[in-house]
């Protein structure tokens, strides 16, 4: 057959399929202005009946942020004027109030405040339910609507209202914005050169090293707290991880890779079930050591998957409470033409046993959430308040201890560091019993 002959049986081709696939595209595209109709048509009445003009984008930003909050409380919309300052507080520097919040049986609750950040000095704590922001009811709010409230106005103060975990009327707190703290990785107590020691019980060898954060520093930090213990020979270690509110899942996978060497760490499953596994690697394994691992129900996010991926691959022994149980992914989604972005959630992460650690509505009265200790140990409101309060006063003697090394002056209480500027390990029993389990 004629070579010209046969081009044009293939446009015709072309063309015949396009006139066959007509009838389904027309269908789509009705079913699509059948769904947005009534948002079109709600748009176009306001714009001409309301009884001020509106401005701009108004209705359609609004619109999105609507949609977005039927999904899920961390997912939400980013306006471009709003973009700036979500990055910024992405990379974990930045000038803010230091809250993360989390849903608890449907209301917003503090997962953690970051600790020494202005929200901890206030006095705000984990599982406190925010009832306001600057007068605003918080009821309808999203997370991702608290932390854009919290975080849009850097230079002015805050008013908070919220009611703390056992009682029954709100309180009010002013937080004026400060910068939240980079520091993610601490010792037990500060010696008089000012440097973090590790070495909790050096009787039987066994280290302590406090994360608050995973932030993208944490690991390096970590790192280097487990060069000093090195030095030490350590026979065992406490990783506490309790009123940890998380951060980056790359940094708890890589957290987790340092102790073990073979096996998946994480998986992430999307709605299609596709599954992207985190495996673990021979190089930067470090020893054999007994690990305990303390969690509680302010341990969220990044630190359930330190601590869960620890206990599935049997390395360490988990102690404390069961877990706050968020452990899904979020990723930023930019749109286009400069129409500023979105996070949507687009994943959960799944413990190398199989079990998923977000608490969603069909696990949420069930085993199957979160990360539950081998050993639970139980603290009551006033212990709770005792060991944040000794973490306060250590936190501020590391800042005082700083700032005289800085100005070049002395600083008595940085000369006795078992002194004032230590955890007070006696009045935690949670930490106890983990310094117990590793005695054995």
């Known amino acids: 057959m004629h070579r010209n002959n046969l081009i044009w049986i293939a446009i015709f081709g072309v063309i015949a399929l396009m006139f066959l696939r007509l009838p389904q595209m027309a269908a789509k595209q009705d079913a699509v202005l059948n769904t947005y109709s009534a948002l079109v048509e709600v748009d176009a009445l306001a714009k001409q009946r309301f009884v001020e003009p509106i401005e701009g984008d108004r209705l359609v930003d609004g619109a999105i942020r609507g949609m977005l909050l039927q999904l899920d409380p961390y997912s939400g919309y980013i306006a471009p004027s709003e973009l700036a300052a979500f990055e910024r507080r992405a990379t974990g520097d930045y000038i803010g109030v230091g809250i993360e919040v989390g849903v608890q049986d449907g209301k917003l609750t503090v997962i953690a405040p970051i600790e020494g950040s202005p929200a901890a000095k206030a006095g705000v704590l984990p ?12 009821e309808g709010l999203s997370v991702f609507d608290v932390e854009e409230l919290l975080g849009r106005s850097p230079d002015s103060t805050v008013r908070l209202r919220v009611q703390h975990e056992g009682q029954d009327e709100p309180v009010g707190l002013t937080i004026a914005p400060g910068p939240v703290s980079l520091l993610t990785v601490r010792g037990f107590r500060r010696d008089s050169s000012g440097r973090s ?26 790192d280097e707290a487990l060069r000093d213990l090195a030095d030490q020979h350590p026979d065992g270690l ?9 951060g980056l899942m790359h940094q708890a996978v890589a957290m987790v890779d340092r ?12 709605r299609r079930k596709a599954v992207q596994e985190y495996q673990a690697t021979q190089r930067g394994t470090i020893g054999d050591f007994k690990l305990a691992v303390l969690i509680n129900s302010a341990s969220a996010s990044a630190a359930e998957i330190v601590a869960g991926s620890l206990q599935a691959l049997d390395r360490a022994l988990i102690v404390g409470k069961r877990s706050f149980g968020k452990g899904s992914a979020q990723h930023l989604i930019y749109l286009a033409e400069a129409k500023g972005a979105v996070k949507l959630t687009t994943a959960y992460y799944r413990l190398p046993d199989g079990r998923i650690i977000h ?6 009265h069930t085993d199957s959430w979160g990360v539950i200790p081998d050993v639970e140990v139980t603290l009551s409101d006033d212990e709770v308040r005792a060991i944040q309060d000794s973490r306060r006063t250590l936190d501020h003697a590391f800042a005082e201890t700083a700032s005289a ?6 600083d008595s209480m940085s000369h006795q560091p078992g002194q004032g500027s230590m955890l007070e390990i006696h009045r935690d029993r949670q930490l106890q019993e983990a310094m117990s389990q590793l005695h054995r």
């Open 259 to 270: 102790f073990v060497d073979a096996g998946v760490i994480l998986s992430t499953v999307t």
């Open 238 to 246: 406490i990783i506490d991880l309790r009123f940890n509110p998380g």
């Open 359 to 364: 608490r969603t509505k069909k696990n949420a």
């Open 405 to 410: 090394s800085d100005s070049g002056q002395s």
């Open 197 to 222: 020691e590790y070495m909790i019980d050096p009787a039987h060898r066994i280290g302590y090293i406090r994360v608050s954060h995973f932030l993208h520093n944490t690991l390096r930090d970590f």
């Open 127 to 138: 599982g406190d339910v925010i009832v306001s922001i600057n007068g605003q009811d918080a």
